[in-house]
T-cell receptor
Framework: GAVVSQHPSWVICKSGTSVKIECRSLDFQATTMFWYRQFPKQSLMLMATSNEGSKATYEQGVEKDKFLINHASLTLSTLTVTSAHPEDSSFYIC?????????FGQGTRLTVV | QKEVEQNSGPLSVPEGAIASLNCTYSDRGSQSFFWYRQYSGKSPELIMFIYSNGDKEDGRFTAQLNKASQYVSLLIRDSQPSDSATYLCAVNVDDMRFGAGTRLTVKP
């Protein structure tokens, strides 16, 4: 299977600060990556589709000015949670797709205090 | 109607039994189908994918696809406590759409 690396695996930040999460496809090029959020005991929620070289496509209800996505290269997408608040605390997961399926990063557990 | 539907469970089976997980999808144009396993606090990992009608076996896992009925299932033979997790069905049309997942508990 393909390898997708996500960093950091966990982060604690103060309310009002910004946090950047990186997602890298290590052994393949990904023109499209996906960002999900998952609250405890709930299903994956697609936040946005990250497109290399163009603007991300956000799902309904996701604030694009709060969740900034940059897909600067074929192997790297970043999600920046701006002005984080406690309600943004969640498990954020990225994925990249190949013909054989979607492969997920390890996830980032964000806690905003 | 949701694009991908799964029974949320929990599904509980005794160790050694067969666990049967089911999934239906709404888009007849779907071409590829995937099963993921997600342990608590971890990200999903791909177990199997299936493209053609019929069965596909990989070790203790068998994926079954019936495009006419828009139905895909995952059978886990000789279930082990370590199989206890949430199983996500995913369908790829233009992009990957996931079901909400079925929580499986295998009791020793």
């Amino acid at each position: 299977g393909a390898v997708v690396s996500q960093h950091p695996s966990w982060v604690i930040c103060k309310s009002g600060t910004s946090v950047k999460i990186e997602c890298r496809s290590l052994d393949f090029q990904a023109t499209t990556m996906f960002w999900y959020r998952q609250f405890p005991k709930q299903s994956l929620m697609l936040m946005a589709t990250s497109n290399e070289g163009s603007k991300a496509t956000y799902e309904q209800g996701v604030e694009k000015d709060k969740f900034l996505i940059n897909h600067a290269s074929l192997t790297l997408s970043t999600l920046t949670v701006t002005s984080a608040h406690p309600e943004d605390s969640s498990f954020y997961i990225c994925s990249a797709s190949r013909d054989s399926g979607a492969f997920f990063g390890q996830g980032t557990r964000l806690t905003v205090v | 109607q949701k694009e991908v539907e799964q029974n949320s469970g929990p599904l509980s089976v005794p160790e050694g039994a067969i666990a049967s997980l089911n999934c239906t999808y709404s888009d007849r144009g779907s071409q590829s189908f995937f099963w993921y396993r997600q342990y608590s606090g971890k990200s999903p990992e791909l177990i199997m994918f299936i493209y053609s009608n019929g069965d596909k076996e990989d070790g203790r896992f068998t994926a079954q696809l019936n495009k006419a009925s828009q139905y895909v299932s995952l059978l886990i033979r000789d279930s082990q406590p370590s199989d206890s997790a949430t199983y996500l069905c995913a369908v790829n049309v233009d992009d990957m759409r996931f079901g909400a997942g079925t929580r499986l508990t295998v009791k020793p």
